[in-house]
């Protein structure tokens, strides 16, 4: 697909949102992401996600965030207890000791959205996201 001397206009600064808009830059397309908030620091963005080695990581990867990911992960967030109906802990990993890089991680580190929205939007060209009346910077 070429997309080269193309306007593509992108519909919410979510995750997924803004994962488009860095992917799509990074093959050298003209982007815009429209997004109902006035600026980035408009509302609360919800609880922590987890990002799967299959899906949030590969993602990650694509758009060369890494790097930018793992100074914000939230070591440990991924830990789990499993109890019974008597509250008795059937399963914990809360015993095994945080990697110190993301190559020896758990499987699902957590990031909390807006840091994760800060990582995108400062990944982004100038004037990409544009808010129902300013533009995001």
Avoid at 52 to 70: Q, T
Avoid at 84 to 93: C, P, R, T
Avoid at 94 to 99: E, F, G, T, V
Avoid at 106 to 116: A, N, V, W
């Amino acid at each position: 697909m070429l997309i080269s001397n193309k306007q593509i206009a992108i519909v919410g600064g979510g995750p997924g949102g803004l994962t488009l808009a860095q992917l799509l830059q990074l093959k050298g397309a003209n982007v815009k992401v429209y997004e109902r908030d006035l600026n980035k620091d408009a509302r609360v963005q919800g609880s922590p996600l987890d990002m799967h080695e299959e899906s949030g990581m590969v993602a990650l990867r694509k758009a060369n965030l890494v790097a930018e990911f793992e100074k914000n992960v939230r070591v440990g967030a991924d830990k789990k207890i499993i109890v019974n109906e008597h509250a008795e802990i059937i399963f914990s990993d809360h015993s095994n000791n945080p990697a110190e890089d993301l190559a020896n991680a758990p499987i699902r580190p957590e990031i909390d959205r807006g840091m994760l929205r800060k990582v995108f939007l400062q990944s982004l060209q100038p004037e990409t996201v544009v808010g129902t009346v300013i533009l995001f910077r």
